[in-house]
């Protein structure tokens, strides 16, 4: 006998309903062979099968390698396939979007939101979620679905374990009548085909190691179904559950949602509070005991079941209290008939084929010729063709034959030109129906220099795959909400984690037991938002602040530590306290004695002292505008003044010593001339010296 779920669970009681191993096996079995032999799921595997190949380069098969080889044409494989998957696996690291969560009450649910972010980040970092989920993404574009697995285990030192595991797509088996990407609509999904030793296996079940190690003795365990096509990722006989020879099993583990009557009490005021008491009967009893009326309530309920052949292992209700799969789907789309495919459609195999085809066929027409001779006229035709073939060959023909009667080479250059037209033709429809971008490839056009017009370009190419990263947000999004149920179910104790995104700095998180009871409580306030991720905690802070400070410091840091406080920043704590440091006035100088003689001060000096001293602007000014100068500076003037008479009055002795050579040389100057010039000479000496001694003395006076 089997319980559908079990009576305590997680220190929860549930009402268990027994029914028997034949019959769980029977439902378990039907789904089984249902998601296998399906329609939906049969053409998936084929085509997914051959999008993998494709990708991979292996696209021609055996019966055309041989052809092609009895022709002598080359084998020409130009995969077109592979760099637009790099080239989608390049724009999905760059975008780095991840789900997270925000008050939606703020600032009073703040805390609750980082806590929970925190946490995942954690799990997150732990399990490596992101190269996991790269191996799921490329799966979803190449052959239209990825898996991804969020559960929980238990660790070596007994603690649960949350993590985040890929999974194959040809281990999955869904509901073929599902459509939904979150899985609401799945009545039920099957993870089979990984063979496991017997021994790890009675490892994992002790209870069932009897029933195990008759499934060994077994030799034929099969459905009833055919087996299914073999590939390079499953067994050839993928319906065979005992490998006797190594000693392996293949159980099949069945998720599937059940509707189950349970027992409410309603209250006198209509109001129904579920019950945990064991056994419908006795939940009755107890209701009309305590004074309310017993009604019966359906509910749906997540049960998991793993078997092997005829052997039960395990069945159960789900232990997970979110209800849900614990796994997330990430799809690239469906045709009409629900059938997933991904960027690798057939319609992308078909140009593939063509291109490959074109491009040989080109090559063999180019390098080949044809001849039309008569019969018996060359000695060995085998030879001939051969040398033929050679650019350099010598064709001999037989005696007495002329070469324009009997021997003709025709080139085949029309029909090789012809098929790099076609060939140049594929070459454009494989861009245009894979909506492949020579900007995101590399390639910028010609035209287009400026790199403003480029990453115009390279936006345009990356909005051709809008739809898909939508898709792969809302998977985000679901996995998100299964592993913070996760974290609400299985983190119940006090926690220290550390958080290891800031290459310098180690984030240490301490959570409590209360603060997780409080996340439980509080969950219904959280709401569920898109951000960017980044890979450090600086590049986070450098991309936000970079963006919104320079709107905000205009108006003082006040505000800049406001608008810090409202954003998601992990480390905006120490950021605030930057800030609050920047806004603080500067620190007062030290009080210091000077002993100056103000007018032997230059006019400069003046100034800057009397703004260091805190004199009135008017003052200053007047100062700069006004100034007299200094002692020092009119002692500088009379310098200069008595210098430059001196090399005037020396201009002038040369004057009159070269007139009085002249007057010796021409006898023609006369004694008048010579006294009035030095006449003049002697008042204008008398003059400046006047002027010079009335200058200084205003001077004095105006200092004094």
């Given at each position: ?333 469906r045709d009409k008939t629900g059938v997933p495919f991904g960027w690798v459609s057939r319609d992308i195999m078909t140009l593939q084929d063509a291109h490959n085809k074109r491009h040989s066929k080109a090559m063999h027409l180019l390098n080949t010729r044809q001849v039309i001779m008569t019969e018996n006229a060359v000695r060995d035709t085998e030879e001939t063709v051969e040398q033929v073939a050679k650019p350099d ?312």
């Amino acid at each position: 006998m089997a319980y559908i779920d079990n009576a305590v669970e997680n220190g929860t009681v549930r009402t268990p309903e027994k029914e028997s191993d034949e019959d769980i096996l029977a439902r378990l079995n039907n789904y089984v062979r249902e998601a296998i032999a399906h329609r939906v799921n049969a053409e998936w595997r084929e085509y997914a099968i051959a999008a993998f190949r494709y990708e991979e380069g292996d696209q021609i098969d055996a019966v055309v390698r041989r052809e092609l080889e009895l022709r002598g044409q080359p084998i020409v494989i130009e995969n077109r396939l592979r760099p637009k998957r790099k080239q989608f696996m390049g724009t999905y690291e760059r975008l780095r979007l991840k789900a997270a969560f925000t008050g939606r009450n703020i600032p009073m649910d703040e805390a609750e939101a980082a806590a929970l972010n925190d946490l995942n980040r954690y799990v997150d970092q732990e399990s490596e979620f992101f190269n996991e989920e790269a191996e799921a993404v490329k799966d979803m574009f190449i052959a239209g679905m990825g898996w991804l697995e969020r559960a929980q285990r238990q660790g070596n030192d007994g603690k649960p374990r949350l993590f985040t595991r890929y999974v194959d797509p040809f281990e999955m088996f869904a509901d073929p009548f599902g459509r939904r990407q979150d899985l609401e609509d799945y009545r039920y999904l099957i993870r089979g085909g990984r063979w496991i030793d017997l021994d790890v296996a009675i490892a994992n079940w002790p209870d069932k190691e009897s029933e195990l190690l008759d499934c060994i003795g077994m030799t034929e365990t099969r459905t009833g179904l055919n087996s299914l096509p073999e590939t390079p990722w499953t067994s050839e006989n993928e319906m065979l559950y005992v490998d006797a020879q190594r000693s392996r099993i293949r159980p099949w583990e069945v998720w599937y949602r059940r509707k189950v009557a349970r027992q409410v009490a309603v209250t006198k005021d209509g109001t129904k509070v579920s019950v945990q008491i064991i056994g419908e009967k006795r939940a009755k009893e107890a209701i009309r005991a305590a004074g309310f009326t017993p009604e019966e309530q359906i509910v749906e309920v997540m049960c998991v079941g793993i078997f092997c052949g005829m052997t039960l292992i395990h069945h159960d209700v789900s232990p997970y209290e979110h209800g849900d799969y614990p796994f997330v789907q990430y799809l690239y789309d469906r045709d009409k008939t629900g059938v997933p495919f991904g960027w690798v459609s057939r319609d992308i195999m078909t140009l593939q084929d063509a291109h490959n085809k074109r491009h040989s066929k080109a090559m063999h027409l180019l390098n080949t010729r044809q001849v039309i001779m008569t019969e018996n006229a060359v000695r060995d035709t085998e030879e001939t063709v051969e040398q033929v073939a050679k650019p350099d060959g010598v064709i001999i023909l037989e005696q007495g034959r002329k070469i324009e009667d009997v021997f003709q080479i025709k080139e085949n250059t029309e029909l090789g030109q012809g098929q790099l037209a076609m060939y140049s033709h594929v070459r454009q429809a494989f861009e245009d129906a894979g909506q492949i971008s020579q900007v995101a490839q590399g390639q910028a056009p010609g035209e287009v220099r400026s790199d403003r017009g480029l990453q115009r370009l390279e936006a345009n190419a990356t909005a051709l795959d809008a739809d898909v990263f939508r898709h792969i947000k809302a998977a985000r999004r679901k996995g998100l909400l299964i592993q913070t149920s996760n974290i609400q179910q299985f983190f119940t104790d006090d926690m220290i984690v550390q958080i290891t995104d800031d290459p310098n700095t180690v984030k240490v998180v301490n959570i409590s037991r209360g603060d997780l009871s409080r996340l439980r409580r509080f969950f219904v306030n959280l709401v569920l938002i898109e951000e960017n991720d980044y890979a450090t905690s600086r590049q986070q802070q450098l991309d936000m602040l970079s963006q919104t400070l320079p709107q905000v410091l205009q108006f003082g840091p006040g505000w800049a530590s406001l608008l810090i406080s409202m954003t998601d920043l992990r480390d905006k704590e120490s950021l605030m306290q930057q800030v609050a440091s920047m806004a603080q006035p500067p620190q007062p100088e030290p009080r210091m004695s000077v002993s100056v003689n103000w007018a032997d001060l230059p006019i400069a000096e003046r100034i800057m002292w009397a703004v260091k001293l805190g004199f009135p602007q008017e003052l200053i000014q007047l100062i700069q505008q006004g100034a007299v100068p200094s002692r020092t500076e009119l002692s500088v003037q009379n310098d200069q003044a008595k210098q430059q008479s001196k090399e005037r009055m020396e201009e002038r002795r040369l004057d009159l010593k070269s007139l009085e050579l002249e007057a010796k040389d021409s006898h023609v100057v006369s004694q008048r001339r010579l006294d009035a010039l030095t006449s003049a000479a002697q008042e204008e000496t008398k003059r400046q010296v006047a002027n010079m001694q009335s200058a200084m003395t205003r001077g004095a006076q105006d200092v004094e």
